[in-house]
T-cell receptor
Framework: SQTIHQWPATLVQPVGSPLSLECTVE??????LYWYRQAAGRGLQLLFY??????ISSEVPQNLSASRPQDRQFILSSKKLLLSDSGFYLC??????????FGPGTRLTVL | SQKIEQNSEALNIQEGKTATLTCNYT??????LQWYRQDPGRGPVFLLL?????KEKRKERLKVTFDTTLKQSLFHITASQPADSATYLC???????????FGPGTSLSVIP
């Protein structure tokens, strides 16, 4: 069966520091991969999605970037965090059957 | 631009009753519509998918309708239970490999 992992589960970072969040999927190949952010009490905001290695589409201009170095690995990065980057970051994968399957999320607090 | 709206207010219902949640969309023609459940501090969990050529889909106590003329989907939970309390999200998709656009969600509380 397929599983999706995200780490870390929680993170507290100072403004201006770098960020790296990792997501990996097991048990499938060539999945679509997604990064979302959810601010407190708000809906899901799609940040990036990828349909293959090295193929990244950005939805919202910001100081974040994403990379897909391997088929089942998706990384979200920032060189300098802003206060507004705080939120709940969710990685998801889709097998092409339209449903999306989410990871456990990373709670990021920027101070 | 595309816009998805769900019940603006939180929904409180008595245990055993049927909960009905609404999802309306504009400036979009989705081929697929999905419903997810999200508990606090957790990622959304996929519940049901309905295609544009399907009027209704059922899964146990859940029922989804999809009216492409009205640009609306209704999500029903029959014989609701306190364990059904959560936020429910609708999501739209144009093609199998397209991005998914999520609505803001509706908070449902089932009161014992």
């Amino acid at each position: 069966s397929q599983t999706i992992h995200q780490w870390p589960a929680t993170l507290v970072q100072p403004v201006g520091s770098p960020l790296s969040l990792e997501c990996t999927v097991e048990g499938t190949s060539n999945p679509n991969l997604y990064w979302y952010r959810q601010a407190a009490g708000r809906g899901l905001q799609l940040l990036f999605y990828s349909v293959g290695i090295g193929q990244i589409s950005s939805e919202v201009p910001q100081n974040l970037s994403a990379s897909r170095p391997q088929d089942r690995q998706f990384i979200l990065s920032s060189k300098k965090l802003l206060l507004s980057d705080s939120g709940f970051y969710l990685c998801a994968w889709s097998p092409g059957t339209n449903a999306q399957y989410f990871g456990p999320g990373t709670r990021l607090t920027v101070l | 631009s595309q816009k998805i709206e769900q019940n603006s207010e939180a929904l409180n219902i008595q245990e055993g009753k049927t909960a009905t949640l609404t999802c309306n969309y504009t400036n979009y023609s989705p081929a697929y519509l999905q419903w997810y459940r999200q508990d606090p501090g957790r990622g959304p969990v996929f519940l049901l998918l309905i295609r544009e050529n399907e009027k209704e889909k059922r899964k146990e106590r859940l029922k989804v309708t999809f009216d492409t003329t009205l640009k609306q989907s209704l999500f029903h939970i029959t014989a609701s239970q306190p364990a059904d309390s959560a936020t429910y999200l609708c999501a739209l998709m144009k093609t199998s490999y397209d991005k998914v656009i999520f609505g803001p969600g509706t908070s449902l509380s089932v009161i014992p």
